[in-house]
């Protein structure tokens, strides 16, 4: 996982990117995150298009970077014994797009936003996206 940044309470948000990750938070969570995952990552590989004239050893070069533009950010809210608070999923490269769907669950997928609204609030601040809950949590 990857440090995005920190929230109040010694609350952290991290990235996962692995399909092990994404999994492990599946786990933890007792949610499908991780089909969700699978689901973004198998559409950004297929779109993806190797340069024409490249050599056939170095077709993929640019395939992980293409994944890291073109699939939603998929985030984890730690506490700081790693309890899992609450996962995101947010538009590719955290900027606002028009016909994305952010999403912000809890454990279970339950509402994350009475124990976490301040950090939820400091990744909306982070990627300078309006995370309020009648957009993010799906189960309203």
Known sequence: MRYVCDAPG????????TEAEAEAEAALMHHAVDKFFRRFLA????????????????????LKD???RSMPLFLTLRASDGEGLATAMLPPEGRNQ?????????????DPYADQAEAIAALGAHYHLDLKREDCFPYA
């Open 98 to 110: 028009v016909n994305f769907k952010t999403v912000i669950v809890g454990p279970q997928n339950n």
């Open 10 to 17: 010694g609350k952290t948000w991290f990235r996962f990117e």
């Open 43 to 62: 559409a950004a590989r297929e779109s993806y298009r190797a340069p024409t004239n490249a050599p056939m050893i170095e077709r993929d070069i640019g």
């Open 66 to 68: 293409h994944i890291a």
